[in-house]
C-alpha cells in the first residue's frame, strides 16, 4: 500500500483572507436558505469528479468554528474517494464504516482537531460496495446523533452523476449544496446533477462555484481522481 499523500489545511488557513470572507458569506447565505433553526445537516457533493467539494466543506467547516463560534462537525460520506482525513493529516480508519457497518457510536469515533469547535468523523476502512452501507438504519442514527451534539453538520459525499450515493443521502438532510468547477463543468452536466438532486427530494440550496479566477484553494485535481470513479484501498 503507497503512503497516502497528506496536508495540513490549517497552515493554509487565513481568517482574514477573501476567500475566508467567502466562506462567511456562504455561510450567511445557508442560514437564510431555511427558515428557523432548520439549517443544521448540510451535504456538499458536486456533479463530477474533482471539482473542488472537499475542500469547500473543509474550509466552510473551518470557518464555521472558527470565526461564527459554532460547534461544527465535518463527516466523511465519500466512502470510495476520501480525502478529509489527508487535509487534515488525520488516520483514515475508524470514521463512517465502522459506525454503520460495527454500531460504534459518534462519539468513539469523532477525531478532535486543533480548532475549539470543530470535529471530524473520516470515512473509515475501505469497502468494496460502499453505497450498501448508506442504504440501512444505521445512517439515520448517526445523523440523529450528531444533530444531538452539533450546531452545524458538513457532510462531503461522492459526485452526483458517477454513483448513486448521494441519492441516497439528500432526502435525509436539511439541505444540500453542489459545487461546481469554473471554467470545467459543462452547463449539461451541473442541470443534469442539479435535476437528479430535485427529483430526489433533496432540498436543494443551490451551488458553489469554485476556483473562479483561482480565487479559492484547489488541491486536488483530474490526476488525483482519474478518470475511473471506483472504491481504492490507500
Known amino acids: 500500500m503507497k503512503k497516502e499523500k497528506t496536508i495540513n489545511l490549517f497552515e493554509f488557513y487565513?481568517?482574514?483572507?477573501?476567500?475566508?470572507?467567502?466562506?462567511?458569506?456562504?455561510?450567511?447565505?445557508?442560514?437564510?436558505?431555511v427558515s428557523g433553526?432548520?439549517?443544521?445537516?448540510?451535504?456538499?457533493?458536486?456533479?463530477?469528479?474533482a471539482e473542488g467539494k472537499s475542500t469547500i466543506a473543509s474550509f466552510l467547516a473551518m470557518t464555521a468554528a472558527g470565526k461564527k463560534k459554532r460547534k461544527t462537525l465535518l463527516v466523511d460520506c465519500d466512502l470510495r474517494?476520501?480525502?478529509?482525513?489527508?487535509?487534515?493529516?488525520?488516520?483514515?480508519?475508524?470514521?463512517?464504516?465502522?459506525?454503520?457497518t460495527e454500531k460504534k457510536s459518534l462519539k468513539e469515533l469523532t477525531k478532535?482537531?486543533?480548532?475549539?469547535?470543530?470535529?471530524?468523523?473520516?470515512?473509515?476502512?475501505a469497502?468494496?460496495?460502499?453505497?450498501?452501507?448508506?442504504?440501512?438504519?444505521?445512517?439515520?442514527?448517526?445523523?440523529?446523533?450528531?444533530?444531538?451534539y452539533y450546531d452545524l453538520i458538513l457532510v462531503?459525499?461522492?459526485?452526483?452523476?458517477?454513483?448513486?450515493?448521494?441519492?441516497?443521502?439528500?432526502?435525509l438532510m436539511d439541505g444540500v449544496i453542489m459545487v461546481l468547477k469554473a471554467g470545467s463543468t459543462q452547463k449539461e452536466v451541473a442541470e443534469r446533477a442539479t435535476m437528479l438532486l430535485k427529483n430526489n427530494k433533496a432540498n436543494f440550496l443551490g451551488i458553489v462555484l469554485n476556483n473562479l479566477s483561482n480565487a479559492l484553494p484547489y488541491?486536488?485535481?483530474?490526476?488525483?481522481?482519474?478518470?475511473?470513479?471506483?472504491?481504492?484501498e490507500d
Not at 433553526?37 to 469528479?49: C, G, V, Y
Not at 488541491?219 to 481504492?232: A, L, P, V
Open 14 to 33: 487565513d481568517q482574514e483572507s477573501p476567500y475566508a470572507t467567502e466562506f462567511r458569506r456562504l455561510l450567511h447565505n445557508m442560514n437564510g436558505a
Open 37 to 49: 433553526d432548520k439549517t443544521k445537516l448540510i451535504l456538499i457533493t458536486s456533479a463530477m469528479l
Open 81 to 100: 474517494r476520501p480525502t478529509i482525513h489527508k487535509l487534515f493529516n488525520l488516520p483514515r480508519e475508524r470514521g463512517v464504516v465502522e459506525a454503520l
Open 112 to 125: 478532535k482537531t486543533s480548532q475549539e469547535y470543530l470535529d471530524i468523523v473520516t470515512a473509515g476502512k
Open 127 to 148: 469497502m468494496v460496495q460502499p453505497t450498501d452501507i448508506f442504504d440501512s438504519n444505521a445512517i439515520h442514527k448517526l445523523l440523529d446523533e450528531s444533530r444531538f
Open 156 to 171: 462531503d459525499c461522492a459526485p452526483v452523476l458517477p454513483v448513486s450515493d448521494p441519492m441516497l443521502l439528500a432526502p
Open 219 to 232: 488541491y486536488y485535481n483530474e490526476s488525483y481522481y482519474g478518470y475511473e470513479y471506483k472504491s481504492r
